[in-house]
């Protein structure tokens, strides 16, 4: 028997209109959908009057419905995995199935959608190009002081899911870590009536919620850390500096002037490292 199909089915993060057509084929055509919150999607399927059987896949029952499900896809069920919101398998339950298909050979078809931190993202006006992902941060004091350690140096912009209640106690968690002058977005209710994108340095994030409450869903995008250009001169060879001045069309003297005012030290040192 032909084993059925998996399909990874990202919802809306707010606004019902950004599902897609695809997403509304595949939910009517796959025979059960797996659902985080089964109350939750029942709702979304009416709302595109469809009528499906739903099973309830969550993190916490993830591991122990495993088998169960493999078991419907060997038997040549099609199935559709929903996240309450957004991309399954995103801060969502669904990575633990995927790697059970592939081991099983199940074949896995991603059916794209809203995720939420790209919208943040593409919004916050960081460095869109280089960017790294860390979903929740860990809930205990130790593994939070790690994961914010060594991301302290981190260029590239990092990325924070949060729930509202804990927002606060994150920000000062941030401070410590990056500094309060570190730029932050915080990119609240995404997709929803009350959409904003609030542009803060981390200090000033926290005056902000001494007199505002916090209200609805945040990604929290943090810039990277800047790198001065003396450092990177610093942190460069004087090697690679020569070549850089030289491919610049200096000659051999004036090249070795300026590698010798980066770097802080006297033309003929310059001169004694090139020839080492
Ligand atoms: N799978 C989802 C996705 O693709 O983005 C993420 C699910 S995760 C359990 C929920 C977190 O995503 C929230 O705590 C919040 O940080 C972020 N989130 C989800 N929807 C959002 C929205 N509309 N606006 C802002 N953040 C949102």
Redesign the pocket.
């Given at each position: 028997m032909e084993k059925g199909t998996l399909y990874l089915v990202?919802t809306p993060?707010?606004n019902l209109e950004d599902i897609t057509f695809r997403a509304l084929k595949v939910l009517q055509e796959v025979d059960i959908v797996l659902a985080e919150d089964t109350r939750k999607t029942l709702k979304l399927l009416n709302h595109f009057e469809i009528s499906k059987k739903l099973i309830s896949f969550y993190r916490h029952n993830e591991g122990v419905k495993i088998d169960y499900v493999l078991s419907l896809l060997n038997d040549g069920k099609n199935l559709a995995v929903v996240?309450?919101?957004?991309?399954?398998?995103?801060?969502?339950p669904g990575e633990d199935l995927v790697k059970a298909c592939i081991e099983n050979e199940i074949n896995i078809v991603p059916i794209p959608g809203?995720?939420?931190?790209?919208?943040?993202l593409i919004c916050s006006g960081f460095d869109t190009t280089r960017f790294v992902f860390e979903?929740?941060l860990p809930m205990n004091k130790r593994g939070r002081k790690e994961k914010l350690l060594s991301l302290k140096d981190e260029t590239r912009t990092i990325i924070?899911?949060?729930?509202?209640h804990k927002l606060r106690y994150t920000l000062d968690d941030l401070k410590e870590y990056f500094g309060g002058e570190r730029r932050i977005v915080l990119?609240?209710?995404?997709?929803?009536i009350h959409?904003e994108f609030l542009r803060f340095s981390i200090d000033e994030a926290i005056n902000y919620y001494e007199t505002n409450d916090i209200k609805?869903?945040?990604?929290?995008l943090v810039e990277g850390k800047k790198i001065s250009s003396e450092k990177i001169i610093s942190e460069e060879s004087i090697e690679s500096l020569m070549k850089k001045y030289l491919n610049s069309g200096l000659d051999k003297k004036d090249a070795m002037k300026q590698v010798a005012k980066d770097k802080g030290i006297t033309k003929s040192e310059v001169y004694k490292k090139l020839l080492k």
């Open positions: 990202a993060i707010g996240s309450d919101a957004g991309t399954p398998g995103i801060s969502d809203s995720v939420a931190f790209i919208q943040g979903g929740f924070f899911y949060e729930a509202p990119a609240r209710e995404l997709t929803k959409e609805g869903e945040f990604v929290i």
